[in-house]
C-alpha cells in the first residue's frame, strides 16, 4: 500500500535531486524547485549499482541539492534498496533532506501529463509471473491498494479505460479492452508527481514479501 501522505517535506526547496532506480529504467533529475535543469534516464534491466553514481555525478554541479526524492519502489528488490542507499549517502553527506515517493504514483502521473487527465490504472512487471498494480483518480490519488497479482487476476481487478506502466499492452490484451500507454518510471518527470506522494518514511515498498532471507528465516530490514 502507498505510504501515508505527510504535509511536512518542503512543497518547493531551491533544488531537489531526483532518484529512481526501481525497475528495469534508471534515472537521474535535478530540479530548480519545478524546473528541471538536468537528467538522465537508461534501461538497463541490470547494473543499477554500477550506472547510478555516474549519472549523478554527470549532473550540473554534481547532483547537489536541497532535498533528495527517491524512489520506494515497488519494483527490483536490488533496484530499490540501492537508490534507497545512495539517497541516504548523499543526504548525509550534504545534509539535505530526503524524501521518498511510490513508483507507481510517478508513472500514473506521467501518463496524466504525456496523455490527459482522467482515471488511470498502473500494471509494472513484479516477481514471479505477477504485475504491480494499483488505480489512480484523476487527481493522481490513489483509488485502490498497491497489490501483486497474476496477469489474470490483474485483468479482472483493474477496470480503468486507460492502463499505464511497462505491462500496460499485456493487461490490454489480457482483457480484451482499454488503451495501454506503456511508460517506465523517470525521475525527469518528478515535477507532474503529486506532492502528497511524498512521505519522509524512506522505507521501501515491496508490493509481495521479498525473495531474500536472513539466517534464520527473518526477512530483511
Not at 504525456?114 to 498502473?122: I, K, L, M, S
Request: aromatic share 4%.
Amino acid at each position: 500500500m502507498s505510504p501515508s501522505p505527510s504535509p511536512s517535506p518542503a512543497a518547493n526547496p531551491a533544488r531537489t535531486l531526483v532518484i529512481d532506480s526501481a525497475t528495469a529504467a534508471c534515472s537521474v533529475a535535478l530540479l530548480e524547485g519545478s524546473n528541471l535543469i538536468g537528467g538522465t534516464f537508461r534501461v538497463l534491466g541490470r547494473g543499477h549499482a554500477e550506472a547510478l553514481v555516474p549519472m549523478i555525478a554527470a549532473l550540473p554541479e554534481r547532483g547537489k541539492a536541497d532535498r533528495i526524492a527517491v524512489a520506494l519502489g515497488p519494483g527490483s528488490f536490488t533496484g530499490v534498496r540501492v537508490g534507497l542507499a545512495a539517497a541516504r549517502a548523499l543526504a548525509l553527506a550534504w545534509g539535505a533532506e530526503i524524501v521518498g515517493y511510490p513508483t507507481l504514483a510517478l508513472v500514473a502521473a506521467m501518463a496524466r501529463e504525456a496523455f490527459g487527465e482522467g482515471p488511470v490504472d498502473v500494471a509494472m512487471t513484479g516477481g514471479h509471473g505477477e504485475w504491480f498494480v494499483e488505480s489512480f483518480d484523476a487527481a493522481g490519488a490513489s483509488t485502490a491498494p498497491l497489490a501483486s497479482l497474476k496477469p489474470d487476476a490483474a485483468a479482472q481487478a483493474l477496470t480503468a479505460q486507460r492502463i499505464t506502466g511497462n505491462e500496460a499492452e499485456a493487461l490490454v490484451t489480457a482483457r480484451g479492452h482499454g488503451t495501454a500507454q506503456p511508460l517506465l518510471p523517470d525521475a525527469r518527470a518528478f515535477a507532474a508527481l503529486p506532492t502528497a506522494h511524498l512521505t519522509p518514511d524512506i522505507s521501501p515498498l515491496y508490493g509481495r514479501a521479498p525473495d531474500a532471507r536472513l539466517p534464520g528465516g527473518k526477512m530483511p530490514g
